[in-house]
Every structure is written in C-alpha cells, then in structure tokens.
C-alpha cells in the first residue's frame, strides 16, 4: 500500500468512500458478523447445507461442529464452492458468517458422531435438524485459511436429523464400501462427477476407506489431502501426452487478485508463487513478500511451504491439461493486492484457476516473448519473477544453453 493510499485509509476510517470501492475492504468482515441475527433460544431447527467442521486443535481429540443458516436463501448454496465466484466476495462472507453451529468434542479415534449425523453431512442436498445448545451462541466468528469462513458456536447438547439424507449413488456406494482405500474412493468419486468439495466432506467426517481405519479427519488436513491425491492421479496421465506446441499466458483478476498462468511446451513440472503486497491479511508489514515452491517430473515428497493453495491450484492445472491432453511446465503467479482482506479457504485459489484456464490463452513462439507478456501483467517487474521462479530460471539458463549451441554448429 502506499503511503498515499495509507493516508486516505486514516481519513476515511470506512466512512467517506475515498478509495472508491464500493465497500470498505477493512470494514466488511465486522459488517458481515454483526449482520448476522443471533438465535433468541438454545433450541434450533433447520436445514444444513450440509455443513460440517472438523478442528486439528488438540488431535486425537477435536472439536466437530454442524451448522444451520440464521438467515434465508437458498441453503444449498452455502456449500457450494464451486458456484461461489459468481457472487461478491462480501455476501459469500455474509453468507458463511450466518452459519450457527452446534459444537461437540470428539475423538477421532472413536465413533462419536452418529451414523444419521455423518449421513446427513455428505448428503447432496440440505437435511433438516434439530440442535439444542447449551447456551447462546457468542458473536465470533470462526476464519480459517484452509476452510471457508463460519459463523458463531456453542456447546451442543443433542443433534437430532429430522430430514432424510439424499446421497447420489456414487456417494452411497463408496460410504457402504468398506473394502476400498480412501485413495480410490476419493478418484472414483472425481470420476463420477461428485465435485471436489462433497468429496472432501466426506472424508474429514470419516465416510471414506477401510472400514476399520475410518476416522474422522480435521477439515484442514481433509481439503489439502483430496486436491493433492486427485492432481497427483491427473498428473500421471497427463505425463501419457505430447507436449504443448506453443507458449501459452493466461491472465484472470478477480477481487484484488491477479492470476497468470504460464504453460511452457516441455514435460510437466509445477510452480505457485505469491506475492503478497503490504497491509494485506497475510502481510502487515510494508513491503511486499514474495513466496513460491514448485516440483519436477517425479513430484515431490515434501509439503509445499504455500500449503493448501499450492495443490488447490495443482488440481486446476492438471485438470486444464487433461483437457487438452498435453503436458507442459506450468508457472503460476498470484499477486494479492491490498483490498484482499479476509481469510476466506483455499476453495478461492481452486476456483479462480478453473476459472483462468476457462478463458482463452494467448499463444507465443518463445520464452523470451511469453516474459515480456508477463512483465506487462503484473504490479511486480519482471525482475522479481526472474528471481523468485526456480522454473524461470531453469528454462532460461536451458534456453541460452540451446541457443549457444545452435549457433557453434550452425558456424561450423
């Protein structure tokens, strides 16, 4: 942010407009929380989503919360990650702040949640049920950088499923299957067309794999673990294919987001840089952080140090190529500009990139033009690509290599 920009926040304080966006980015979160209408009782009745939340604080023994919409609309959006980007960022906070949950202690090495409770979670449609709390939920809200945001908690005494679970066939064959392993469960649902949010549902509420190794999975761990086995599968195939013909850049600006693409015609590899501009949620300082990790042709064995986003962005790209079947060396940028204020899931990264590799790419004929492209679609020169990019400088030092010996056997 710069020191202009600074001042005018100091100003305006939310309430003059004078950055001319038509909400305040740094007030909006505390507007969507009070928005939300509290129950008046400890007794609540209606649909879930289904909405389910699994904690890590404290594993093997975790915090399972189910929750129920305070407000109206049409409940079986809440869940709906996939259909997200087509609403503003701030009502999909408002929506998912307005979830009242009902919160228990469980271990996950034991069947402490229900078999109706479970059933009613990975159901395709809203299920309705009855809660009684111990007491009033609290304003707070519960903000996660995995996980979209969720509303208030309070202590559940008893959940009750008053509505019958709807659950496609391929969801209920792989959660009465007891003999196959999580892995193929979770490709089989893929491949049937069951989208990646239900598929990660299920597995954080224990509804994949073995039965004698079911358990329930914290969210976190579930949603990292779903987009990494099923681009880890794509990938596998993609390497069957020929590569790309040409360079391609794709650019896609989405809610103070910039995401590019760069698809280089070799044999895959993988890279996730972000640049995180100051006063942002993640970066308070006043400069801007740069971060990225990437991968080879055989894949890693480590986690990537970006986390979530880095295989919800993998996912996209692997899904993009098995499209065209072709593989190529993909580059990924990010750029998280200052109006970006709230943690909102790693769902935003997956979807954004869909969405990227949906438009159509500009194609170049070598790597020093796709560069020039990218110098001029981002905030950050490219200087600071050449540096951060392992892949960038590979490809480059490949590129001069080629090109030197080119002309020592075209000067024989």
Known sequence: MSSRAAALCLKCRGAKNLCGKPFCPLMS?????????????????????????????????????????????DPSFYEAQEKWLE??????????????????????RRADVPEEVRLASISREPVEVEMNLSRKPNLKALLDLFSPPLGPASPV??????????????????????????????????????????????????????????RLVPTRWSITAVDST?????????????????????????????????????????EWIEAWFPHTMWNPSSIIEVEGDHEGYRGRTTYASLGGCYY?????????????KRQGTAILIREIYEGFFSPIGVWFVREN??????????????????????GRATRLPLHVWLEKSRLIRDLTRQETLLSYLTRSLQGR
Do not use: C
């Open 29 to 73: 979160y505390w507007k969507a929380l009070n928005d939300v209408r509290l129950p008046e009782t400890t007794e609540l009745e209606g649909p879930t989503p289904p909405t389910v939340f699994v904690g890590r604080q404290g594993y093997p023994k975790v915090r399972f919360s189910i929750g129920v919409p305070a407000t109206g609309g």
């Open 87 to 108: 609403k503003p960022l701030s009502e999909i906070l408002r929506m998912r702040l307005s979830l009242i949950r009902g919160e228990t202690s469980v271990d996950v």
């Open 157 to 214: 005494e008893r959940i009750r499923v008053s509505g019958e679970p709807k659950l496609p066939r391929p969801v209920e064959k792989m959660y009465y299957s007891l003999d196959i392993k999580a892995s193929d469960a979770i490709m089989y649902l893929y491949e049937s067309g069951v989208p990646v949010s239900q598929i990660q549902r299920m597995l954080s509420t224990g509804s994949l794999g073995y039965g004698f190794q079911r």
């Open 230 to 270: 099923i681009s880890e599968r794509l990938i596998e195939k993609i390497k069957e294919y020929d590569t790309f013909s040409s360079y391609l850049f794709f650019q896609w600006r989405h809610e103070d987001n910039n995401f590019i693409a760069i698809i280089v015609p070799r044999e895959w590899s993988y």
């Open 312 to 324: 919800a962005a993998r996912l996209a790209t692997a899904e993009y190529m098995l499209r065209e």
């Open 353 to 374: 990139v869909r969405q990227l590799y949906r438009t159509t790419p500009e194609r170049f004929d070598s790597l020093s033009e796709v560069l020039e492209r990218l």
